[in-house]
């Protein structure tokens, strides 16, 4: 391994960038070459850090400091491709300040040879202060090439969410410049801080209608600098931080608690999926708890899911210590079908889509699905830590190629909920959720279902009554979210319904 990396260095060293001599080209085939069915299709990119001054093409002619840079490689099997360089400044580093600048980009002829070079010509003329010519080297199912800083990177072979991401930097062209500031669009003045405080003591839980916040920690920024932007563009679907929400009236929280190995130990973090953002657990448990301090007539309900994490086992160990802990086991409830507000203020109840313990502190979910039909999502059930078990009605579908049927299952399970016999023994809860993406897993994505089922789950509950249950939603209090590239403004009405669900419990 030793000796290939620097056989690699050496010879990056000395190609990389000089211009390749015709004479050093004798046993590159003629065309694409041997290895070009390898590395075709899809993009090949490194996040890298780096420091410098990147400059704009004329006749901008633009200076833009840089901390962060993504190389992006794009190679089709008939020898032609293309590479772009995204910079990144500390000023924003969730969208590039720059892209196709001096330092790199341009479309581009390619050979290969069987020992993995691959030469690279570019064949426009773009005033390039980059070398018209370079070479990069594949093996073992990736690219080494060089970053800005002459630093060795290594190529990644983009899955399909990355590339959506990637897409998205390059689509910018270089414009770093912020249309729409999300800031402008907080609902500042507005505080929900105690809305529970006119419910009656006696009122059931179940029988509540409640805003709920999907992947709700995705506005309190990300743990990696290097992976923001990726993160910023794929997974975030709140624009207001866990405080800020709490201030707008969010009880609910769709909680992603994942367990990462960072520097010497193990610890959990709150995440979507494999980005993780900067608030751990521990932390996101705090600012609940101080909350609720302050405002005692509240309480929070938390639902528990998880992606990213593959050892459950010490996943549920640590969890169970936490919750465990006598830093936080006096704020969190006991599950019963009938739990009332009374028993609930000031508190905050857990429940588990993942067992963490033999028994829970809260309850655990069991039958959720992610189907249209009404009938299946009414098959599931919560099981509190004496077994007993209470229906569980869940509509959250999502991710199909388009929307048709969200609206529908939406609307179906509004109608379902305000319908529910409360006086039954074991009452049904319900969560339903207008949040989803349907097509490119992409935050836009989040923003564009959020335009027309946030707006539909409002004006439904404008004009009907009964209690409604969780309802579950992207950019909570935004009626309107800046898109990722802050190029185009989203109508999200997140604080009308985050309004209609509260004023909901009045009716």
């Not at 491709?81 to 300040?97: L, W």
């Not at 590339?163 to 390059?170: G, K, P, R, W, Y």
């Not at 593959?310 to 830093?327: N, Q, R």
Request: charge should be negative; charged fraction near 25%.
């Amino acid at each position: 391994m030793i000796r290939r990396l620097f056989y690699i260095s050496l010879l990056l060293a000395t190609v990389l960038l000089t211009s390749c001599s015709k004479d050093d080209d004798s046993t590159t085939e003629a065309g694409a070459g041997p290895l070009a069915q390898k590395i075709s299709g899809g993009a090949w990119y490194c996040i890298y850090e780096a420091s410098g001054i990147a400059m704009s093409e004329d006749p901008i002619s633009e200076q833009v400091p840089y901390i962060v840079v993504v190389d992006i490689y794009h190679f089709e099997e008939d020898g032609t491709g293309d590479f772009q360089r995204c910079f990144f400044s500390e000023d924003d580093n969730t969208k590039p300040a720059l892209v196709q600048g001096t330092l790199g980009y341009g479309i581009f002829t390619y050979t290969t040879r069987d020992d993995g070079l691959v030469s690279i010509t570019l064949v426009n003329d773009w005033n390039q202060a980059y070398p018209k010519q370079w070479n990069v080297i594949y093996a073992n199912d990736a690219i080494t090439a060089v970053g800005v800083d002459q630093q060795l990177l290594t190529l990644e072979h983009a899955d399909y969410e990355t590339q959506s991401a990637l897409n998205t930097f390059v689509e910018q062209n270089g414009s770093g410049t912020t249309k729409y500031d999300v800031n402008n669009y907080k609902p500042t003045k507005v505080d929900n801080s105690q809305w529970m405080k006119t419910l009656a003591d006696s009122r059931l839980v179940a029988d509540l209608s409640l805003p709920g916040s999907h992947d709700a920690c995705t506005a309190d920024g990300w743990q990696s600098k290097l992976f923001s932007p990726i993160a910023e563009s794929t997974a975030k679907t709140q624009d207001l931080t866990i405080r800020e929400q709490l201030k707008v009236g969010m009880r609910v929280f769709d909680l992603r608690p994942e367990r990462v190995f960072e520097e010497t130990a193990y610890v959990l973090r709150c995440a979507h999926g494999y980005m993780f953002t900067k608030l751990l657990v521990r932390d996101f448990f705090q600012q609940l708890k101080e909350f609720l301090t302050a405002n005692p007539t509240e309480f929070c309900i938390l639902t528990v899911d998880l992606s990213a994490t593959f050892d459950k086992e010490a996943w549920g160990k640590e969890f169970t210590a936490m919750i465990s802990s006598a830093e936080f086991r006096s704020m969190f409830a006991d599950f019963k079908p009938r739990l009332t507000v009374g028993e609930m203020r000031g508190k905050v109840l857990i429940l588990s889509k993942y067992e963490y313990a033999q028994n829970p502190i809260g309850g655990y979910c069991y039958g959720w699905v992610y189907d249209q039909q009404l009938e299946k999502q009414q098959k599931g059930h919560i099981t509190d830590s004496d077994g007993t078990e209470t229906p569980l009605w869940v509509q959250d579908y999502w991710g199909k190629s388009s929307r048709d049927g969200k609206d529908e299952a939406v609307l179906r399970m509004l109608e379902a909920a305000a319908s529910r016999d409360m006086t039954a023994a074991k009452p049904a809860w319900v969560i339903n959720y207008p949040s989803a993406y349907f097509g490119l897993p992409l935050s836009d994505s989040y923003r564009e279902n959020a335009v027309e089922a946030n707006k539909k789950a409002a004006d439904w509950l404008s004009s009907h009554k009964g209690s409604v249950g969780i309802i579950y939603m992207d950019f909570a209090g935004m009626d309107k979210s800046p898109s990722y590239s802050a190029e185009k403004l989203y109508e999200t009405c997140g604080m009308t319904l985050v309004d209609r669900v509260i004023k909901q419990n009045q009716k």
